[in-house]
């Protein structure tokens, strides 16, 4: 029995560290997505903005406020204007004022390109923008205060920005994608694993000796909780070493979550490619199971701007329960008793669909 | 042993295995023939275990599968008609792997390593290997357990003449050595004569013969047969002789035809006129005795390899 099992296991695993395409999607891949996204939404402190600049009238160089606005640049030139605006604590954007005519104004605003025209009018200025896009309302905040020469009075004194580990983007994205990875690992790996063997017969070859299927089942389970365990870890050093995120919460509690979810998902896995002997419509059954939990279980982005039905019904999905606890140990430093129902649960659901898969299971 | 009783097994509209009877008796070697389609891998699979009959009834020595699985799965072995291994397993991992399935130890391992003469090969990865050299493995795992029953759906096809006849060897060894019972399904006539005690031959899921082969081929008294090629065609019902004609099989494209008759000397200068009359010239003409394929055109007008 533990010979089977050993064996079985050793099966999973070196077909698993022989095939360096698997390797590099299901390892690296999540790395990378920590580091593309991560760099992308957590480090803002170089943004570049573009404003058009309409001047009719070419009273541009006449007026004095916008010297004073513009110091030290001169205004007869025709190569683009551009002002930092901001301070240290809230990070600085740098403006490219874009000298143009409303027409050109209006189709850059079109293309995407600005998301703000300044106009010059009589002894003032005029701001076009959509009200309800936030960067362009944050861009007339900025350049409105800076332009009036507040800059100094915006009391920014009062601002404490929160940069500290815990509450960036970072932050929120490493948990979701390790509960990402279980979930894809667990899926892909096992639902692909268990009808390759079907199709290639190896599955009936395997039941016409004395082996016992609650082993190969477990087996997998066993070798996949291995393979996501490393692949956890391998993530949460890159993301302490790169990003210094740290765990607030057990550690103790980390790892019974993520057992917890490694039995859920292999149970869905199994049940899933219970019956199917074809690749095609298994890859079809998985993205089935897996695309909404993908979009919707606040992986990449919060769900909670979903409404509140819709909520609701996202909040039982076993990756969102997966996602939500491990954020939960990550950042506000949950520990095992606030795990005691959602591991119940995830186990639960592992448990019953392993079981049923079991039951209905075509091994031959 | 085995017990096949009145067995069938329908896919849909297609029967597949049609009412079988079969006994084998202990170290007995039994080969099944018949052409693509005949149920061959039905009806030992349901030997198996791994499909159940509709109807009727398998009993292997004189237990059933619903209540003996278990038990039988350590007494049988088997190789499937096509099995992958997993690619990226060596043949040693492979062997590992089936071998801690019966519980056995390294020694066993060796030993087939030995049989199955692949210990050059024990290191290469399953995918690296030839085809011969993965019908050798699977051949191999099915002897793992020293089974009393062996049961080996064509394990020789699309193997060289060499490769067929160390399996060959190796099953013959076996049948001296450990006084195994096997079934093998075959499309070939000279493996099923070499290895096996007992012939059965099937088309559409049913029993057409069986027996030895002496048995099978006295059954047509001493058949012989006329295959012979023309210039043009054959008109096939004027054919002399009538009913001393056991079968004729006439392909009218191919201008090409066999007929099988009781009495070769008899009947040869009937044909050579006919053949004369009809202003046909032969191109080739061969006159030998009845093999099993003839005897399979004898009893179906096909070829048992089609
Ligand atoms: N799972 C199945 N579903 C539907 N039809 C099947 C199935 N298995 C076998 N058949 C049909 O049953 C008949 C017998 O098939 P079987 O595989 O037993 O033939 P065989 O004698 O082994 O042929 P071959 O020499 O080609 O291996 C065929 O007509 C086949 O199409
Ligand atoms: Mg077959």
Known sequence: ????????????????????????????????????????????????????LVDKQNTLSAREDFGRFFTGINPEKTAPLTKKIGNEKLGITTYKFERSSWEEAITMLKRGKISMVMELVEDSVKYHFDPV????????????????????TNQSDNISPLTQTGTRYIDFLVPGLMAMGVMMSCMWGISYSLI?????????????????????????????LLLNF???????????????????GSWLALILILIAGNMAFTGIAILVSCRTANTQVGNGLINLV???????????????????????????????????????????????VEMGVPLLVLTGIGVVTFLSGLKVYKWY | MIKVTNVHKNFKEVKAVNGIDLHIQPGQYVALLGPNGAGKTTLVEMIEGLQHPDVGEIQIMEKRWKDHQEELHRIIGLSLQETRFVD???????????????????????????????????????????????QRLALGIALLNEPEILLLDEPTTGLDPTARREIWDILKSLKSSNNTTMILTTHYMDEAAYLCDKIVIMDSGKILAEGTLEQLLSKHKKGEVISFETNGPIPPDQLPGGDKIIKSVIEPVANKGEIIIEDLVSYLPSFLEFIKNQNLVLTS???????????FIAMTGRHLNQ
């Open chain 1, 196 to 224: 390759d063997k079907r199709m290639k017969k190896l599955l009936r070859r395997m039941v016409a000796t004395p082996m016992r299927k609650s082993s190969f089942l477990i087996a997998q389970f066993v070798s996949r």
């Open chain 2, 285 to 295: 003409l061969e006159c030998r005795k009845m093999t099993l394929d003839d005897l």
């Open chain 1, 1 to 52: 029995m533990i010979q089977q099992l050993s064996q079985l296991i050793g099966m999973h695993l070196k077909e698993f560290f022989r095939e360096p395409g698997i390797i590099f999607w299901a390892i690296l891949f999540p790395i990378l997505m920590a580091w593309g996204l991560g760099t992308a939404f957590t480090k803002k402190n170089e943004l570049i903005r573009t404003v058009a």
């Open chain 2, 88 to 134: 990226k397993l060596s043949v040693l991992e492979t062997l590992r792997l089936f071998a801690s399935f019966y519980g056995l130890g390294g020694k066993r391992i060796q030993e087939i390593l030995d049989l199955v003469n692949l210990e050059e090969k024990k290191k290469s990865f399953v995918v690296n290997l030839s085809g011969g050299q993965r």
């Open chain 1, 290 to 336: 897996v695309m909404p939990m993908m979009v919707l279980s606040g992986i990449f982005f919060s769900y909670h701007n979903f409404p509140d039905w819709i909520v609701s019904v996202i909040q039982k999905f076993p990756l969102t329960i997966l996602a939500d606890n491990i954020r939960s140990i990550f950042i506000e430093g949950a520990g095992l």
């Open chain 1, 230 to 248: 490393f692949e956890s870890a391998l993530l949460l050093l890159f993301a302490y070493l790169y990003f210094d995120t740290n765990i607030q």
């Open chain 1, 133 to 152: 896009n936030p960067e362009a309302q944050l861009a007339y905040l900025q350049i409105n205060g800076a332009f009036n020469d507040n800059n100094k």
